[in-house]
Structures are given as structure tokens and as C-alpha cells.
């Protein structure tokens, strides 16, 4: 089993930054990808950036310019930096890895953007 465990959520300005971390525990070998999804009430869970092991990176529309995801292997870690961020971010963003068939999920963190 693999336990991802999401922080660095919060309250914060229009226009403000956070960064979310998400550290991955328990049976973790090989190689696997990783990635931050968000839901917003009322709405669909969404992609909203992946890297692979490799460190290849992957972005929705709505993230590009303003979100940077990276990952540390060593520490089993991945994080997602948040700039300008606006209302529409408001949501609960999780964390995903992949491994093979496997999808491991976390509870989410809330991320309010709100003046």
C-alpha cells in the first residue's frame, strides 16, 4: 500500500502564492508518476499538473505560467508552487501517484482564494 499525506493548503489574497507538498510513504519501488488534481464544489476532478519519474512535466491550460510542479525521488515528494493565485483555484487539490495499473490517492488539501 502506498499513503500520500497533502499540506501547505490555506487561505489566501487574489494574486497570492502557496505551495502545496505531498509526501508518499509505504510500499514505494520502481517507478512512478505523480501529480496534483483539483475539485472545486459542484465540479468534475481535474488535472492540474503531472511529473513523471523522469521528471517530465504536464500541464492543464489553466496552470501554465503560473504553477510549477516538481518532485524529489530521494524524498518520495512532490510539490506544487502556486502563483497569482485567483478565485477560480479555489478547490481541493489532491495528490496522485501512479505506479504501473495502481492509482494511490490523498485526502486533499483545501486551497481558498478569496479577498
Known amino acids: 500500500q502506498v499513503q500520500l499525506v497533502e499540506s501547505g493548503g490555506g487561505l489566501v489574497q487574489p494574486g497570492g502564492s502557496l505551495r502545496l507538498s505531498c509526501v508518499a510513504s509505504?510500499?514505494?519501488?520502481?517507478?512512478?508518476?505523480m501529480g496534483w488534481y483539483r475539485q472545486a464544489p459542484g465540479k468534475q476532478r481535474e488535472l492540474v499538473a503531472q511529473?513523471?519519474?523522469?521528471?517530465?512535466?504536464n500541464y492543464a491550460d489553466s496552470s501554465k505560467g503560473r504553477f510549477a510542479i516538481s518532485r524529489s525521488n530521494g524524498k518520495n515528494t512532490v510539490s506544487l508552487q502556486m502563483n497569482n493565485l485567483q478565485p477560480e483555484d479555489t478547490a481541493v487539490y489532491y495528490c496522485?501517484?501512479?505506479?504501473?495499473?495502481?492509482?494511490?490517492w490523498g485526502r486533499g488539501t483545501q486551497v481558498t482564494v478569496s479577498s
Open positions: 496522485k501517484l501512479v505506479r504501473g495499473d495502481y492509482a494511490y
Open positions: 509505504g510500499s514505494l519501488f520502481g517507478t512512478y508518476n
Open positions: 511529473i513523471t519519474y523522469a521528471g517530465s512535466r
